[in-house]
């Protein structure tokens, strides 16, 4: 078994912290857009399901890897809202598939939005980070790049 070196380590941290830098913004974002994280993640996962997979509670809480009762839960909720609604399925009536609402369909489009266009502006150095982990010995970049990229993210935070 290889064992780590500083340089494994101080990429993993760097990842999770590009991770963590993302997460909070989701956050920020989903909560100034007045749902909770499971909320967006539900209506992203009914708007982005696979092609040939059904929109049912089932699949949906497998994608999103919780307890079905808890994917039940978030439906509720957000059918209460009027973000969501269910349907039977045709063939099988005792099949019920969801859909976004109109209403929904707006919120999640305007935080997709926003979601992607923090992805292009954070992504090069989440990618940069993920990359320097998948590097076999991990030979990575040199600390003096760590410490540039680190200057530059506080730079684009100053006014």
Do not use: C, W
């Not at 010995?137 to 993210?153: F, Y």
């Amino acid at each position: 078994m290889r064992k780590l070196t500083l340089l494994d380590y101080q990429a993993l941290a760097e990842f999770r912290y590009q991770i963590r830098r993302f997460l909070h913004f989701s956050e920020q974002a989903i909560k100034e857009a007045g749902l909770e994280r499971g909320q967006y993640q539900l209506m992203l996962a009914v708007k982005g399901i696979p092609a040939g997979v059904r929109p049912r509670i089932r699949e949906l809480a497998e994608r999103m890897e919780i307890r079905h009762h808890s994917a039940v839960e978030l439906v509720n909720r957000l059918e209460a809202r009027g973000f969501v609604h269910r349907s039977r399925a045709q063939k099988d009536r005792r099949e019920v598939l969801l859909a976004l609402t109109p209403k929904g369909e707006k919120v999640l489009g305007e935080l997709a939005l926003h979601h992607q266009e923090e992805l292009r502006s954070a992504g090069p150095e989440l990618v940069a980070a993920l990359r320097r982990i998948m590097r076999e010995g991990n030979d990575g970049a040199p600390q003096q790049a760590l410490v540039a990229q680190e200057k530059k993210r506080k730079s684009r935070k100053k006014p």
